[in-house]
Nanobody, 125 residues
Framework: VQLQASGGGSVQAGGSLRLSCTGS?????????VGWFRRAPGKEREFVAA????????YYVDSVKGRFTISRDNAKNTIYLQMHSLNPVDTAVYYC??????????????????WGQGTQVTVSS
């Protein structure tokens, strides 16, 4: 497994969680564009956030802007998704993803080569 996701759990509406995704010894996230996607029950997997390889640019789906923050710590070979003001519609399995360089479309899952195993986030009302 080249990407290992963790940090999911159950929280009440309004709460916060931080997801982590760590690259293995054979994969360095600092050379990659990284992203988070999620799949809610009965829905397709959707883009949540991305951090460009070249640095300084982040992208978010409108529904999480102002609440979620993607970041990375290259020294720890880890990317994060800090989530605040969670609500039940955020309930999903969250996946981290990575690809070398910069994809033409950050929000397309088909542009990411590596995927973490997913971590469950459940938000109760």
């Amino acid at each position: 497994v080249q990407l290992q996701a963790s940090g999911g759990g159950s929280v009440q509406a309004g709460g916060s969680l931080r997801l982590s995704c760590t690259g293995s010894d054979t994969y360095t996230v600092s050379y990659s564009t990284v992203g988070w996607f999620r799949r809610a029950p009965g829905k397709e997997r959707e883009f949540v956030a991305a951090d460009a390889w070249s640095g300084g640019r982040t992208y978010y789906v409108d529904s999480v802007k102002g609440r979620f923050t993607i970041s990375r710590d290259n020294a720890k070979n880890t990317i994060y998704l800090q989530m605040h003001s969670l609500n039940p519609v955020d309930t999903a399995v969250y996946y981290c993803a990575a690809t070398l360089g910069e994809p033409s479309d950050y929000s397309s899952q088909y542009n990411y080569r590596l995927w973490g195993q997913g971590t469950q986030v459940t938000v109760s009302s």
